[in-house]
């Protein structure tokens, strides 16, 4: 008796979690081999401030280059790359971002993402707007950025090396 309700209530689950898979990836906008996806923000309280965007951009043909993502919500927006050096965190601007054949861009938390500079309006965590992604070959692709928490755990990080492992503790003085 117990395994028959186990079994129902998991197909129940599996058909809720079939219909969040759909509204998810409804968010992915192509053109031409690229699709870009997982494209969000993190919330930022103040305008005026600066924002950070992040992003995926499959690719299941040759080499591209992101050349710009365009956004109003703030006066620029630039590409940039994060790295530690030392205690230090340095970001730096990225002229453009290759995407590599057949394979993944990722901006991600800890690494490159696009710096929203210059914010007309507070990014209140579920507001969603516009950006364009500007690829040298396939063009320009139209997707919605929105606006939400982090995830806790990065999973299953791609490609980004391992930059939030182990450095929980900031705490210990050398
Ligand atoms: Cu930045």
């Known amino acids: 008796m117990n395994g028959l ?21 409804a968010g992915a906008a192509s053109a031409g081999d690229l699709t870009v996806d997982n ?10 401030g600066n924002g950070a965007g992040y992003f995926t951009v499959e690719n299941k043909g040759a080499a591209d280059t992101l050349l710009k993502v365009e956004a109003d919500v703030s006066k620029t927006a630039e590409l ?7 205690m230090v965190m ?14 993944k861009l990722v901006f991600a938390p800890g ?8 914010l007309k309006a507070p990014l209140k965590e579920g507001d969603t707007f516009p950006v364009t992604f500007v690829f040298e070959h396939a063009g320009s692709i139209k997707a919605t ?4 928490q982090p995830t806790s755990m990065p999973m299953g990080g791609g ?6 492992m182990g450095s929980g503790s900031m705490g210990g003085m050398q």
Do not use: C
């Open 159 to 164: 490609s980004m090396g391992s930059g939030s």
């Open 80 to 86: 940039h790359s994060m790295s530690m050096e030392g």
């Open 90 to 103: 340095k970001m730096r601007k990225l002229d453009s971002a290759p995407v590599p054949a057949n394979g």
């Open 39 to 48: 494209v969000w923000a993190r919330p930022s309280g103040v305008a005026g």
């Open 111 to 118: 690494g490159n993402h696009l710096m929203l500079i210059g």
């Open 145 to 148: 950025m929105k606006v939400q």
């Open 5 to 25: 309700v186990t079994l129902s209530r998991s197909t129940a689950f599996a058909l809720l979690f079939a219909v969040g898979g759909s509204m998810l990836s």
